[in-house]
């Protein structure tokens, strides 16, 4: 009787943790950390396009999402992060550094806006409207927030990895909120965080 108690509370466990975590938020793009195949074809690399801001090409949404107002899905950066570069290994597409997040920092105006989004539960989504004064080209970058590894997500403010680590487990990540966008490692690599991947040229 006891082995029949201990196997079912098993299958009911491994039943909850299968499940997504996000799927309240799912229509606006958000996943769970990608414990899943990252294969090129799966990331949507394959579809996605860019645009060029200070003499870089930005994709013009978050990885996991399917429009640039949709937060997409959220990564570690010593689990997934590291992957999704070797993954990504000769498509021309990949994680930005330090510096060109800089570049982006210093060379472009943002512009903290409402995006509207007209769904059954989000009228708009707040996040940051960067724009190339040279040429005009424009990205925009949603507030998904952060999360950890079994808790829920963390609404508000920008954060996006770098494919740059600072020192023991600590990787530079782009933050940003209403008024304010900097460069920072305050936060330790096992937080999910959002990722926007840049495109090399030379492919």
């Known amino acids: 009787m ?3 108690l201990y196997m079912a509370m098993l ?4 039943s909850f943790a299968s499940c997504d975590r996000y799927d309240d938020t799912e229509e606006m793009g958000k996943g769970g ?15 996605m396009s860019y645009v060029e801001l200070a003499g870089i090409n930005w994709a013009t949404h978050n990885l996991g999402a399917e429009r640039p107002e949709f937060y997409g899905n959220y990564y ?11 993954e990504l290994a000769g498509t021309g597409w990949r994680l930005p550094t330090m510096k060109e997040f800089q570049t982006l920092i210093d060379s472009c105006e943002w512009t903290h806006i409402e995006m509207p989004m007209y769904t059954e539960d989000y009228w708009y989504i707040e996040g940051c409207e960067v724009k190339d004064s040279t040429n005009g ?13 079994g808790r829920d997500v963390e609404n508000g403010d920008g954060y996006y ?12 990540y782009l933050n940003f909120g209403d008024h ?11 937080t999910e965080m959002s990722i926007r991947l840049v495109f090399d040229s030379k492919y």
């Open 11 to 14: 299958v009911a466990l491994t």
């Open 161 to 172: 990895w770098t494919s740059n680590i600072q020192i023991m487990k600590y990787a530079w």
């Open 2 to 4: 006891k082995k029949i």
């Open 137 to 149: 080209n424009t990205i925009f970058l949603p507030e998904a927030g952060k999360a950890y590894p």
């Open 33 to 47: 950390y990608a414990d899943h195949e990252l294969t090129p074809g799966y990331l949507g690399v394959d579809t």
């Open 180 to 190: 304010w966008h900097k460069m920072s490692a305050g936060k330790d690599y096992y």
């Open 76 to 86: 570690s950066w010593i689990y997934d992060a590291t992957r999704i570069e070797e």
